[in-house]
């Protein structure tokens, strides 16, 4: 069997073996490629429709965390804008101007005159009396003077602007008195004689304000007012007590104004701050179905806000959330005179639905924007006019006449005032510094008993400058002011009476 032709033979038929097993593998092995490249095909394929079905369901998250974050936003609006406000406003040693560390009082003691530009539409009417307190902690006890007949209130806001209380002359009279404020959560006794007002929030600002003629004597009465009314906590009640300096925090900006400071947070910041404000500060039992909707996006009353926990999707949502909310808010003025929130009546726009709003949080927000501090309708409403009507501004160069018809002056309890500003909502210097008209200049009549107003540049001549309102010569802006608006008719507040436009003389 080893005959060298017998070896080629093997080696020819192993050869031919070899070959036809080689055939098989490549078959086999094409066979395998070809079910891999289907196999990869079909997984690609299932792994873009994964990734599709991936896409819209993150987009869907997105556009939903957007929609809730928008209405977060505003709902949280007056809650951020009232603790920059206050940051701002306490952020100081001691009482010096517009501010006062927290507990402790700012007295105004004159009205601003045309050079004042620390805040817009300033009045000429009352003197403030303001101050911040945390009653998350104990309760502070406030007192206040005999007033002596004259008007006065205190409203008191919580850190939502609503206003919960208002002890003054239409509520609760001008004799002394002394009131706690309390928080919350709080239960305990109090002293005897004390009247308890419980503010829904640890944050709480006393925005008092007291009538003034604006005459150096008057000025001195009021001032004699303001000094005597005082604060204490209530574990310093009955005790010498000297409130401590205030801390200056230098990281808080003390120049740009509040609004701008509010606006320019990012979502994450500006939801944190909700998150935490809302520690101290609660929603009220109405917002139950608002509170539900922050908790889709991590907000919980009582708990942290960290944004880096959140779904890509959400926080993408969110992040879109603060300019378009912005937009809503500040459009609101004019799709809620479409709703009736806003009233436009001969040229004047008001509302008759600020100081408490409830549930309604685009106008909460609006008027927090606009109107920081705004009262109860109760106490007082602000009519604002750009001009005679939607089209027209008043221009500076044309004279124009306001006109009551005899028994239509404003009706009041309190007081009322027309103010003249500029375009930028300032007061307008004036040869006779002269600011306002009201019920407290001695307005001449007309022989059929109406009353004019001029309102214009150059003065109206000496026998009507006391019913003469300065205007500068370009763009101005009119505010009335109507404190203690009667409710039973003529009045403001049910529309039974109508205020006069401003029309140009002829």
């Given at each position: 069997?080893?005959?060298?032709?017998l070896r080629?033979f093997?080696a020819?038929?192993?050869?031919?073996?070899l070959?036809?097993?080689?055939?098989?593998q490549e078959?086999e092995d094409a066979?395998?490629?070809a079910?891999?490249v289907?196999?990869?095909?079909?997984?690609?394929t299932?792994?873009?429709?994964?990734?599709a079905?991936?896409a819209?369901?993150?987009?869907a998250?997105?556009?939903e965390?957007?929609?809730l974050?928008?209405?977060?936003?505003?709902?949280?609006?007056?809650?951020?804008?009232?603790?920059m406000?206050?940051r701002?406003?306490?952020?100081?040693?001691k009482p010096?101007?517009?501010?006062?560390?927290m507990?402790?009082?700012?007295?105004?003691?004159e009205?601003?005159t045309a050079?004042?530009?620390?805040v817009?539409?300033?009045n000429?009417?009352?003197?403030?009396t303001?101050?911040?307190?945390?009653?998350s902690?104990?309760?502070?006890?406030?007192?206040?003077p005999d007033?002596?007949g004259?008007?006065?209130?205190l409203?008191?806001?919580d850190g939502?602007?609503?206003?919960?209380?208002?002890?003054?002359?239409?509520t609760?009279?001008?004799?002394?008195?002394?009131?706690?404020?309390?928080?919350?959560?709080?239960?305990?006794?109090?002293?005897?004689?004390?009247?308890?007002?419980?503010?829904?929030?640890?944050?709480?600002?006393?925005?008092?304000?007291?009538?003034?003629?604006?005459?150096?004597?008057?000025?001195?009465?009021?001032?004699?007012?303001?000094d005597?009314?005082s604060?204490?906590p209530?574990?310093?009640?009955?005790?010498?007590?000297?409130p401590?300096?205030?801390?200056?925090?230098?990281s808080?900006?003390?120049?740009?104004?509040?609004?701008?400071?509010?606006?320019?947070?990012?979502?994450?910041?500006?939801?944190?701050?909700?998150?935490?404000?809302?520690?101290?500060?609660?929603?009220?039992?109405?917002?139950?179905?608002?509170?539900?909707?922050?908790?889709?996006?991590?907000?919980?009353?009582?708990?942290?806000?960290?944004?880096s926990?959140?779904?890509?999707a959400?926080?993408?949502?969110?992040?879109?959330?603060?300019?378009?909310?912005q937009?809503?808010?500040?459009?609101?003025?004019k799709?809620?005179?479409?709703?009736g929130?806003?009233?436009l009546?001969?040229?004047?726009?008001f509302?008759t639905?600020?100081?408490?709003c409830?549930?309604?949080?685009?106008?909460?927000?609006?008027?927090?924007?606009?109107?920081?501090?705004?009262?109860?309708?109760?106490?007082?409403?602000?009519?604002?006019?750009t001009g005679?009507?939607?089209?027209?501004?008043?221009?500076?160069s044309?004279?124009?006449?306001?006109?009551?018809?005899k028994?239509?002056l404003p009706?009041?309890?309190?007081?009322?005032?027309?103010?003249?500003?500029?375009?930028?909502?300032f007061?307008?210097?004036?040869p006779?510094?002269?600011?306002?008209?009201?019920?407290?200049?001695?307005?001449?009549a007309?022989?059929?008993?109406?009353?004019d107003l001029?309102?214009?540049?150059?003065?109206?001549g000496?026998d009507?400058?006391?019913?003469?309102?300065?205007a500068?010569?370009?763009?101005?802006?009119?505010?009335?002011?109507l404190y203690?608006?009667k409710?039973?008719?003529?009045?403001?507040?049910?529309?039974?009476?109508?205020?006069?436009?401003?029309k140009?003389?002829?």
């Amino acid at each position: 069997m080893n005959h060298p032709m017998l070896r080629l033979f093997a080696a020819a038929a192993a050869s031919v073996a070899l070959l036809a097993a080689c055939g098989k593998q490549e078959t086999e092995d094409a066979a395998k490629k070809a079910e891999q490249v289907a196999t990869d095909a079909k997984a690609k394929t299932e792994a873009d429709a994964k990734a599709a079905a991936a896409a819209v369901k993150d987009a869907a998250k997105e556009a939903e965390a957007f929609a809730l974050a928008t209405e977060a936003y505003v709902y949280g609006y007056p809650l951020v804008t009232m603790e920059m406000t206050r940051r701002v406003m306490t952020n100081v040693e001691k009482p010096e101007g517009t501010r006062a560390p927290m507990g402790q009082f700012v007295r105004m003691r004159e009205y601003p005159t045309a050079q004042y530009r620390d805040v817009t539409a300033p009045n000429a009417d009352t003197l403030y009396t303001t101050a911040w307190f945390d009653v998350s902690k104990e309760p502070w006890i406030v007192s206040v003077p005999d007033m002596k007949g004259r008007y006065f209130l205190l409203p008191m806001l919580d850190g939502w602007t609503d206003v919960f209380q208002v002890p003054g002359k239409r509520t609760t009279g001008t004799k002394a008195q002394t009131l706690a404020i309390t928080g919350p959560g709080w239960r305990g006794e109090l002293p005897k004689g004390v009247t308890e007002y419980k503010s829904p929030t640890g944050m709480v600002w006393l925005l008092g304000r007291i009538y003034s003629t604006g005459t150096p004597q008057d000025y001195n009465e009021v001032h004699a007012l303001q000094d005597k009314i005082s604060a204490v906590p209530l574990s310093s009640w009955g005790k010498p007590y000297a409130p401590e300096p205030g801390k200056v925090d230098a990281s808080i900006d003390m120049k740009t104004a509040v609004r701008e400071q509010v606006n320019a947070l990012d979502a994450a910041a500006y939801f944190k701050l909700v998150a935490e404000l809302m520690k101290t500060n609660p929603p009220n039992a109405d917002d139950a179905p608002m509170v539900a909707k922050l908790a889709k996006i991590g907000i919980v009353p009582g708990q942290d806000f960290d944004a880096s926990k959140l779904e890509p999707a959400v926080s993408k949502g969110l992040a879109r959330a603060p300019k378009p909310a912005q937009e809503q808010i500040m459009a609101w003025l004019k799709e809620g005179i479409a709703a009736g929130d806003f009233k436009l009546e001969n040229g004047w726009a008001f509302s008759t639905k600020v100081g408490t709003c409830g549930t309604h949080y685009l106008q909460r927000a609006l008027i927090t924007a606009i109107g920081l501090g705004a009262n109860r309708p109760q106490d007082a409403v602000y009519p604002t006019s750009t001009g005679p009507d939607l089209v027209k501004k008043y221009d500076g160069s044309k004279k124009y006449v306001m006109r009551f018809e005899k028994g239509q002056l404003p009706p009041v309890d309190g007081f009322w005032s027309l103010t003249m500003y500029d375009k930028d909502y300032f007061f307008v210097d004036n040869p006779l510094n002269r600011y306002t008209l009201s019920q407290r200049n001695k307005l001449k009549a007309n022989p059929d008993g109406s009353v004019d107003l001029y309102i214009q540049a150059e003065s109206p001549g000496k026998d009507k400058e006391s019913n003469w309102l300065p205007a500068p010569k370009d763009e101005f802006i009119l505010m009335m002011r109507l404190y203690w608006p009667k409710e039973k008719p003529p009045s403001i507040l049910d529309g039974s009476w109508k205020i006069p436009q401003v029309k140009e003389a002829s």
